[in-house]
C-alpha cells in the first residue's frame, strides 16, 4: 500500500514538473491603481509563452491566470518588468532526510516545481528549506506533498523558529549505542586476526552479529536510498546502503555456498562497522550543527510564551500572538519584556544586554523605550506595546539571523551542481572497479572489496556541508557580538571591503547634540528665539529637532501647523500663521547678507552644527549645536585603518563642523554638506575608482548612500529605513563593531574555501585509493565518517570567534 501512495505521489510530482504549475493561479498584484495598471497587467501576463488567459480584479488587487506551461518566476518577472510586483511571502519548513547536497538539490526542484513557488533555498547544516511563493497561489499542504513525493519529510515552522524534532528521531536514538555494542566483537576480529589469521569467530557468530546492524541500525540508509530509487536519483544514502548490502550480501553467498571444512574470507564486520561509524560521524555531525546553530536557539529562547496585560481592567495573561499594539503590559521582577514598549508606568532598571551589549542594567523612566527580551530589574512596571511579534526588535534580529543562515552562497549553487552528478558517478567508479579487477584476474572477494570501498568512502555529504556549516557559525558568532548579516551575498561582499565612509551625526558621534550657543538678531532675546525654533521642531525626530525642543524644556511652545520635513535641509511650519524654516542656510534663508554667514562660519569653525532661523524668509538668528563623539570612534577610525581599509567622513555637515570632529578621529578625507541625493552620489564615485565600498550611517538621510554602497552598514537605534537597505546592521551603537563585522566576514569566507578545499581534496584523493584496493572497506566507512565531521569541527571553530575588543577583555 505503501508503495502505491509513493507512486501516485511520484505521478503527482511528475505531472506537476512536466506543467511546471497548475491550470489557474491567483496572483496578488502591488502597485495596480486604476484601470489603464489593470490593462497592463492583463496584457503583461498574457504576453509570456505558457499563459492561456489572465484576468485582472483591480478592486481586489488581484491576477487569475490560466496556465499551460508557465511557472511562477517568470509571472513575477513579468510583472515587475511592467512597472509592478507580485506579492510574495516566505514559507520555512523543516526537511527530515537530507543527508548530502544532492540530497538539498532535489528538495529545491521539489519546491520549485509547486504552484506559486518563486525560488527555493535547502539548507543542510539547518535541515530546513526556505520558500518564496506568490501570496494566496498555494496553500501549504501542496508544499509538503511536493517534499513527500521526493523521498523526504517535512514540516511548518513559524518565522525564525526552532525546527521540530525529526519524526524518526526517538526511534533512531539507540540505534548508534545497539551497534556499537554489536559491531565491538568484530572489530576486535579484525585487529586480532592483524596479529594472528587464524583468531577467527564462525561465521554464523558473524552473521548473528552483523545482521541486526546491518538491517536495523542502517534502516535510514536503506529507507533513504529506497526514496531516492523512486524519486530516480541517487545520494549518500545510496552509496552506504549499496556498499552494506553488498558487503553483508557478498559474505551470505560465501558462508553459504563454502565446502565442509573450508573458512572463507567474510566482510560482515566491513558492514557492521561502516554503519556504526557512519552512524557516529552523523551522531557527532549533528552535535557540531546543532552548536553552530545555537545563537538562533538562544535569541528565540529569549521570547516569553505569555504575556500579562490589562483586559476591562483585569489583569489577565494571554499567548503572546493575542497582544497587540497599544496593549498595557505588566511587568513584574525578574520578567522580560514581551514585545517592545514604552514605560507608562513605575521606574526601573532593565537588563538589555541582548541589543546594546552592556553588562550593566539600565535606568528607564516613564516615557523611554524598553526593547522586548530586556530583563526587568526590581520594579512592577507597566508598558505600553508599541511593536508586538514580528515587529519587535528581538523577532528583527531573530529573522535577521535565520535569513542570513539559510542563505546560499553562488560558491554553494557551484557546489550543488558537482553534487548532483557527484552519486551516480562514484556508482560508475564502482562498477568500473568491479569490472577492472576481475578483467584483470583478481579474485571476486578482493574485487568486490574495492568496488565497496569506493562506495563507502566518497563523501558527498562533506560537499553539501562545507558552505552551509561555516555560513550558520560565522554569521551565529556574529549575531553573539551584535553584527546582524543580511545574507551570504552581503557576507561576501563584506570580505571584499576596503573603503568605509562614515556619517557624523548618530554614527560617530552619540546622536545626542545639546545646543551651546544662541545669537539673535536685532532685539530679539535669546529665549524667544528658542522658544520658536522649538515650537517648529515639536514634529520633528531629528537628532538636533530634539535637542532644540529639550532645550527649551519648561518653557511655553506654540503649536506648529503644516509641519513638513525636507530630507537633508531642514523643517518648515506655521507659527502664528508665518511660516518658519530652520535648518541650512540655502533652504532657511538664501538671501542672508554676508556678515550674517560670517557669523555662522565662526561659530561652525569651533566645530558647532549651525542651524538657521528664518520667519517669512528673513533671517531671525543662528544656533549652534554640538555632538560629542562616541567613545569608540577613534578606535573604530585605527582598527579600519589597520586593516588596511581607507576611511571617509561624508556628512551634511557645514565643512567647518566636519573637519573639527574628524581631526578629533583622525580622518583625512572629509566631504561635508552633503545632501542625501549627494551622498549616494559621492558613495558611486568612490566605487567608480575601483574601491569596495562600505557606507555607515543612521538616519532616513543616509538610506540612498546605504543602499548605493556595496556594503551598506546600519547603526543600531537608527532610522528603520537605514536598517532596511542596509546588508548589515549593527545592534549595539558601537563604531568599533565595523571592523569587526568585516573581520567575521573574512574569517567565515575562508572557512568556506577552506571546507570546499578539504571536501574537494577528500574525493580527489581517497576515491582512487579505494579502487586500488588500497583501503579495507571498514577503514573507508571510517574516512568518510572523518571527512564530513572534520568539515563541520572546522566550521564550528567560528563559534568562538569574537571581536578584537573583547579578545582583549
Known amino acids: ?118 525560488a527555493a533555498e535547502a539548507n543542510l547544516a539547518l535541515d530546513r528549506a526556505e520558500v518564496r511563493r506568490l501570496r494566496g497561489a498555494a496553500d501549504d499542504a501542496e508544499l509538503l506533498a511536493a517534499v513527500r513525493a521526493a523521498g523526504y519529510e517535512a514540516a511548518l515552522i513559524g518565522e525564525a523558529a526552532p525546527a521540530p524534532d525529526a519524526p524518526h528521531a526517538g526511534a533512531e536514538r539507540w540505534d548508534l549505542p545497539l551497534a556499537a555494542v554489536l559491531t565491538a566483537p568484530l572489530l576486535a576480529q579484525m585487529i586480532a586476526m592483524q596479529i594472528d589469521p587464524a583468531w577467527r569467530m564462525p561465521g554464523w557468530a558473524e552473521l548473528i552479529l552483523a545482521t541486526p546492524v546491518f538491517a536495523w541500525c542502517g534502516r535510514r540508509f536503506h529507507r533513504g536510498a529506497l ?27 560465501l558462508l553459504l555456498s563454502a565446502h565442509a571444512g573450508h573458512a572463507p574470507h567474510l566482510y560482515f564486520e566491513a558492514a557492521a562497522v561502516i554503519v556504526t561509524l557512519v552512524l557516529a560521524g552523523k551522531a557527532l555531525e549533528s552535535r557540531a550543527k546543532r552548536a553552530a546553530s545555537a545563537a538562533l536557539r538562544e535569541l528565540m529562547a529569549l521570547r516569553p510564551d505569555r504575556a500579562r496585560i490589562l483586559r476591562a481592567g483585569q489583569e489577565v495573561e494571554v499567548p503572546l500572538a493575542e497582544v497587540c499594539v497599544g496593549d498595557m503590559v505588566i511587568l513584574r521582577p525578574g520578567e522580560r519584556a514581551p ?122 555529504c562533506a560537499l553539501g556541508l562545507a558552505t552551509p556549516t561555516a555560513l550558520v557559525a560565522g554569521t551565529g558568532a556574529a549575531a553573539r557580538a551584535g553584527i546582524l548579516i543580511k545574507d551570504i551575498v552581503t557576507l561576501e561582499r563584506a570580505a571584499r571591503i576596503d573603503a568605509v565612509i562614515f556619517d557624523k551625526t548618530g554614527t560617530l558621534t552619540l546622536g545626542k547634540p545639546e545646543v551651546t550657543e544662541i545669537r539673535p538678531l536685532a532685539d530679539l532675546p535669546p529665549d524667544a528665539l528658542l522658544r520658536l525654533a522649538a515650537s517648529v521642531q515639536r514634529g520633528s525626530e531629528h537628532p538636533l529637532g530634539r535637542a532644540l525642543v529639550a532645550a527649551a524644556q519648561g518653557q ?28 541650512r542656510q540655502d533652504f532657511a534663508a538664501p538671501a542672508a547678507a554676508a556678515p550674517l554667514q560670517a557669523q555662522a562660519a565662526q561659530m561652525a569653525g569651533a566645530g558647532g552644527t549651525v542651524v538657521w532661523v528664518a520667519r517669512a524668509g528673513t533671517p531671525l538668528g543662528l544656533i549652534a549645536l554640538s555632538d560629542a563623539p562616541r567613545a569608540d570612534a577613534a578606535e573604530a577610525v585605527a582598527a579600519l585603518r589597520r586593516r588596511g581599509v581607507a576611511v571617509s567622513l561624508l556628512t551634511g555637515d557645514a565643512e567647518p563642523a566636519a573637519r573639527a570632529m574628524a581631526a578629533r578621529l583622525g580622518i583625512a578625507d572629509v566631504t561635508a554638506g552633503v545632501r542625501p541625493e549627494g551622498k549616494a552620489v559621492a558613495v558611486q564615485a568612490l ?98 565518517a572523518l571527512s564530513s565531521v572534520s568539515v563541520v569541527g572546522n566550521s564550528l571553530l567560528l563559534t568562538r570567534w569574537k571581536p578584537v575588543q573583547e579578545r582583549a577583555r
Open 227 to 253: 526514496a531516492a530509487a523512486r524519486a530516480r536519483t541517487a545520494n549518500m544514502d545510496t552509496l552506504v546502503s549499496m556498499g552494506t548490502t553488498a558487503a553483508w550480501g557478498f559474505s551470505v553467498w
Open 556 to 583: 511655553p511652545l506654540s503649536e506648529p501647523e503644516a509641519f513638513r520635513a525636507v530630507v537633508g535641509a531642514g523643517v518648515e511650519a506655521r507659527i502664528d500663521g508665518a511660516l518658519v524654516r530652520i535648518g
Open 1 to 118: 500500500m505503501k508503495d502505491i501512495v509513493s507512486q501516485d505521489l511520484d505521478q503527482r510530482a511528475e505531472s506537476r514538473g512536466a506543467a511546471h504549475a497548475p491550470a489557474e493561479l491567483s496572483i496578488s498584484v502591488a502597485g495596480m491603481t486604476c484601470a489603464g495598471c489593470a490593462g497592463r497587467v492583463e496584457r503583461a501576463l498574457e504576453a509570456l509563452p505558457g499563459v492561456a488567459s489572465a484576468q485582472v480584479n483591480l478592486a481586489l488587487e488581484r491576477a487569475d491566470v490560466r496556465l499551460t506551461s508557465a511557472r511562477a518566476p517568470e509571472l513575477a518577472e513579468a510583472l515587475r518588468a511592467a512597472g509592478f510586483a507580485a506579492r510574495e511571502e516566505r514559507v520555512t519548513l523543516a526537511i527530515d532526510g537530507m543527508t548530502c547536497a544532492s540530497c538539498a538539490g532535489r528538495v529545491e526542484r521539489a519546491l520549485v516545481g509547486a504552484p506559486g513557488v518563486v
Open 339 to 460: 514585545v517592545d514598549g514604552t514605560l507608562v508606568r513605575g521606574e526601573s532598571e532593565f537588563d538589555e544586554s541582548l541589543v546594546t551589549g552592556e553588562p550593566l542594567p539600565v535606568p528607564r523612566l516613564i516615557g523611554e523605550a524598553v526593547p522586548a527580551g530586556a530583563v526587568n530589574g526590581t520594579g512592577l512596571v507597566r508598558l505600553r506595546a508599541d511593536r508586538v511579534g514580528r515587529d519587535t526588535t528581538l523577532a528583527r534580529i531573530a529573522e535577521l539571523v535565520a535569513r542570513a543562515q539559510t542563505g546560499k552562497a553562488p560558491v554553494q549553487r557551484l557546489v550543488d551542481r558537482i553534487a548532483s552528478v557527484f552519486v551516480p558517478a562514484v556508482l560508475a567508479i564502482a562498477v568500473l572497479t568491479l569490472a577492472g579487477w576481475l578483467a584483470a584476474g583478481a579474485p571476486l572477494d578482493a574485487a568486490v572489496s574495492a568496488a565497496i570501498s569506493v562506495l563507502v568512502i566518497a563523501c558527498p
Open 687 to 784: 566605487i567608480a575608482r575601483g574601491r569596495r565600498v562600505a557606507m555607515v550611517g543612521d538616519g532616513i538621510n543616509d538610506a540612498p548612500a546605504l543602499a548605493a554602497a556595496d556594503l551598506g552598514i546600519a547603526m543600531g537605534g537608527g532610522a528603520d529605513a537605514a536598517m532596511e537597505v542596509a546588508g548589515v546592521t549593527l545592534a549595539r551603537p558601537r563604531p568599533t563593531l565595523v571592523a569587526a563585522a568585516l573581520d567575521v566576514a573574512g574569517a567565515t569566507s575562508a572557512k568556506i574555501r577552506q571546507n570546499l578545499f578539504w571536501a574537494f581534496a577528500w574525493n580527489t584523493l581517497c576515491i582512487p585509493v579505494a579502487a586500488a584496493g588500497l583501503l579495507d572497506p571498514a577503514v573507508a566507512g571510517a574516512a568518510m
